[in-house]
């Protein structure tokens, strides 16, 4: 029986359609790896590890690790793009708020 951050995982890379190998290869984990996180009844992951599994998936490592949420929350969602924004650089951002702008006044 899988952890619920294995059945999170799991879950997760298969919405980014993505395979064992594809996921190790992204989040610098071994395939046998990603396979023991989502498969192993007792799993103790690495923080560094889960971070990069997180990054990979635009998730935050609270996600993957509450035991409670068994869905992506849009909090979450909102957390990752606000992240995703503030490593732009000016130029892009400006674009981004013009963009934000129009859609706005539609």
């Known amino acids: 029986m ?4 294995g ?9 980014l359609k993505l395979t064992l190998d594809q ?3 992204k989040s610098g984990s071994s395939k ?7 498969n192993r009844p007792v ?13 990979v998936f635009g998730v935050t490592v609270e996600f993957l690790l509450d ?7 849009e909090s979450d969602a909102d957390k990752v793009f606000f992240r995703r924004v503030t490593q732009l650089d000016a130029n ?3 674009q981004l708020e013009k963009f934000l702008k129009a859609i706005d006044d539609e």
């Open 2 to 5: 899988a952890t619920a951050i």
């Open 7 to 15: 059945e999170k995982i799991r879950a997760q890379r298969k919405r």
């Open 23 to 25: 996921l190790a290869e």
């Open 32 to 38: 046998s790896y990603i396979w023991e996180l989502e």
């Open 43 to 55: 799993i103790r992951p690495s923080a560094e590890k889960i971070a990069r599994i997180a990054e």
């Open 67 to 73: 035991d409670a949420k068994q869905e992506f929350a």
């Open 92 to 94: 892009k951002r400006a």
